[in-house]
């Protein structure tokens, strides 16, 4: 398995129980540890949708993911406009939102006249108009007026709230157009997990540890020279117990690499690709800082 691939069993609840944050701001889903530590970029990128849809159904509502855009002349007056296309991430259902939009040339250039009509997809809006306000709610930089068919396709990265469109033939109101914000106090809600310990016969030890538990979690060895708050240290907890040494069959013959693995708990009842899934992380970490050659497993 390679560090780039994740089990396909990876869920919130199992991202939470690591002790990750989970929450969507501004429309992007955030993965972090609760030491502020960036998260493994591929958690997010590889099982986004996935995770995305596992929250919604949880929270018990619905999000748009934009598509693709249009722009063409509307109603009896036949005003310009820019129409955004949307996909509902439960139902699958269509929906779209419209907003003023210029479809004409605003001076001479060497492509046209002033008042030409603008290629296919091309538009420009009015400097405070509904379209820039909804652009700059979505905290992507602004753009030149004239240039935003341009960059349509930074939508595509983030998720929207849904609207009740039962009676609006599936049109969405574009004022009320704006990203998804889902706290990370919901999503624990959600998931019914609590910064309260369960009760249990843990126990800490002034020893080596050999029990994980929820007021500290392992740490990575001294001789690594990992941070504290290192992916390989912080997201490991539980009632677990370290039964053996864990190697990888002299595939690192490595003294960091033998002490970052002995030092990872066994789970009584862990997945073995999750197993292989932390040990991948810890292998990225000592590529990262060049204590062993990426390429070899």
Not at 229 to 245: D, M, Q
């Amino acid at each position: 398995m390679s560090f780039n691939s994740a089990p396909g069993n990876l869920s919130v609840a199992v991202l939470l129980d690591w002790g990750y944050s989970v929450s969507i701001e501004s429309g992007h889903l955030i993965i972090n540890p609760n030491n502020n530590m960036p998260c493994v970029k591929h958690l997010i990128n590889s099982h986004k949708l996935k995770l995305m849809v596992e929250i919604l159904q949880k929270i018990g509502q619905d999000a748009l993911t934009f598509h693709s855009h249009s722009a063409s002349r509307y109603g009896p007056t036949l005003a310009g406009g820019v129409t955004l296309q949307f996909t509902h991430v439960l139902t699958g259902c269509e929906a779209y939102a419209i907003f003023n939009a210029n479809l004409t040339r605003s001076r001479n250039t060497k492509n046209g006249r002033s008042g030409d009509p603008l290629p296919t997809k091309q538009f420009r809006v009015a400097k405070h108009s509904r379209f820039c306000k909804f652009w700059a709610s979505t905290g992507l930089p602004p753009r030149k007026l004239s240039s935003y068919y341009e960059y349509m396709g930074k939508l595509k990265a983030l998720f929207f709230e849904s609207q009740d469109i039962s009676n609006s033939n599936d049109r969405l109101k574009s004022s009320l157009l704006k990203p998804l914000q889902i706290s990370y106090q919901e999503v624990k809600e959600a998931f019914v997990f609590s910064d309260s310990p369960p009760t249990s016969n843990r126990q800490c030890t002034d020893k080596q540890p050999t029990v994980a538990t929820d007021k500290k979690t392992l740490q990575p060895s001294k001789t690594l020279g990992l941070h504290a708050n290192s992916a390989a240290g912080s997201i490991y907890y539980g009632n677990t117990v370290i039964r053996e040494k864990v190697t990888r069959g002299n595939v690192y013959p490595i003294n960091d690499l033998d002490n970052a693995i002995s030092s990872i708990p066994i789970y009584e009842y862990e997945d073995p690709e999750i197993r292989e899934f932390i040990i991948d992380i810890v292998l990225a970490e000592l590529e990262e800082q060049g204590s062993c050659k990426p390429g070899l497993v």
